[in-house]
């Protein structure tokens, strides 16, 4: 028995974050005040990795919208979780986010799939009463969000 990431293939349990430091200095400030990112995998992380970043949202941003309106040529898994453990489905937040144009405002627990070639985002948080669990999945070995981390 091998404790966490030991042994052969702890190379494949990863409990540390790699971030991967997107876009500019003064986005990266940004987002570490209103979202504290867990942990992120891909191909730079783990060989033959797909794409996955965590991270807790705990306020809302300084920068409206926080994510530009972009394209992959991959298909993305989207998710928002509340931390309520007695209505976990209560997002206890507004959140915003644009598929293909039409916006959304969520105040429920979501997934949200996104296919290879479709617009999305802007993202907007617009409040935040409690704790956001958020994570994305890119079906690619690396993330590349045209323009989403401006």
């Known amino acids: 028995m091998f404790k ?3 042994g052969k293939y702890g190379k494949y349990i990863i409990q540390d974050l790699h971030d991967p430091n997107l876009g500019s200095p003064e986005f990266q400030a940004m987002y570490k005040k209103f979202s504290k990112r867990v942990l992120w995998i891909d191909n730079n992380v783990v060989e033959g990795s797909i794409q996955m970043n965590t991270a807790w949202y705990v306020a809302v941003p300084e920068k409206d919208p926080v994510f530009e309106e ?3 040529d991959f298909a993305e898994l989207i998710g928002f979780y509340g931390s309520n453990p007695d209505d976990p489905y209560d997002l206890g937040a507004e959140i915003e986010i644009g ?4 916006m959304h405002l969520l105040t429920r627990t979501s997934l949200i799939f996104i ?3 479709m617009k999305h985002n802007p993202l907007r948080i617009k409040r935040v009463d409690r704790p956001v669990f958020h994570f994305s999945i890119s079906l690619n070995p690396e993330y590349s ?3 989403a981390y401006k």
């Open 145 to 147: 969000g045209d323009g």
């Open 4 to 6: 966490n990431s030991e």
């Open 115 to 117: 296919p290879s070639g």
């Open 99 to 102: 598929i293909n144009g039409e």
């Open 70 to 72: 972009h394209t992959h």
